[in-house]
T-cell receptor, first 115, second 116 residues
Framework: AQTVTQSQPEMSVQEAETVTLSCTYD???????LFWYKQPPSRQMILVIR??????QNATENRFSVNFQKAAKSFSLKISDSQLGDTAMYFC????????????FGTGTRLQVTL | KAGVTQTPRYLIKTRGQQVTLSCSPI?????VSWYQQTPGQGLQFLFE???????NKGNFPGRFSGRQFSNSRSEMNVSTLELGDSALYLC???????????????FGSGTQLSVL
């Protein structure tokens, strides 16, 4: 079975600064996908970024980028130029290849962006 | 394009009752999956349906069941409700299940179920 660990329950960052959220996972699989989801107070889970394990290049989406270290089973999220709207719960998630939407989530990191 | 729609937003039930939650996926999406979110257990996968067939199932008791209709809309049913079933139930849709290259899972805003 896969496990996903987020060791930072809460983090705070000032507006316009950069913050990194940590995630480690454990799996014996070689082909899988990793995700970061954001859950604002509206409760909707919003995909922030996705990484395929077979790709060595780290994924980026505008102000969001990841540091994917496959050997270390580490998948951190960097948010640059933080904005007040980034305040939310952030979940790291894992999905085995060909397991049809079965995401394994971490416990989440509550991020607060302050003025 | 309309997003994933879940109804109702809130539900209050008593122990022993049953409940049905509804999820309308994004138009054209054939995969619908369900998740339970609680403060204690976090986010857990319930099951996934594709073209009216259950393809994947999490570790939940048989009281939790679902189905998918020909228009891809899905319902989830919980029978003989227990206090521990109080949770946010999230539905997600995708074209084929989320594993194709660059495919994304889109979530709804959930149904908050309270069991008294």
């Amino acid at each position: 079975a896969q496990t996903v660990t987020q060791s930072q329950p809460e983090m705070s960052v000032q507006e316009a600064e950069t913050v990194t959220l940590s995630c480690t996972y454990d799996t014996s699989e070689n082909n899988y996908y990793l995700f970061w989801y954001k859950q604002p107070p509206s409760r909707q889970m919003i995909l922030v970024i996705r990484q395929e394990a077979y790709k060595q290049q780290n994924a980026t989406e505008n102000r969001f980028s990841v540091n994917f270290q496959k050997a270390a089973k580490s998948f951190s999220l960097k948010i640059s130029d933080s904005q007040l709207g980034d305040t939310a719960m952030y979940f790291c998630a894992f999905m085995k290849q060909r397991t049809a939407s079965k995401l394994t989530f971490g416990t989440g990191t509550r991020l607060q962006v302050t003025l | 394009k309309a997003g994933v729609t879940q109804t109702p937003r809130y539900l209050i039930k008593t122990r022993g009752q049953q409940v049905t939650l509804s999820c309308s996926p994004i138009s054209g999406h054939r995969s619908v999956s369900w998740y339970q979110q609680t403060p204690g257990q976090g986010l857990q996968f319930l099951f996934e349906y594709f073209s009216e067939t259950q393809r994947n199932k999490g570790n939940f008791p048989g009281r939790f069941s679902g189905r998918q209709f020909s228009n891809s809309r899905s319902e989830m049913n919980v029978s003989t409700l227990e206090l521990g079933d109080s949770a946010l139930y999230l539905c997600a849709s995708s074209l084929t299940g989320g594993s194709a290259t660059n495919e994304k899972l889109f979530f709804g805003s959930g149904t908050q179920l309270s069991v008294l």
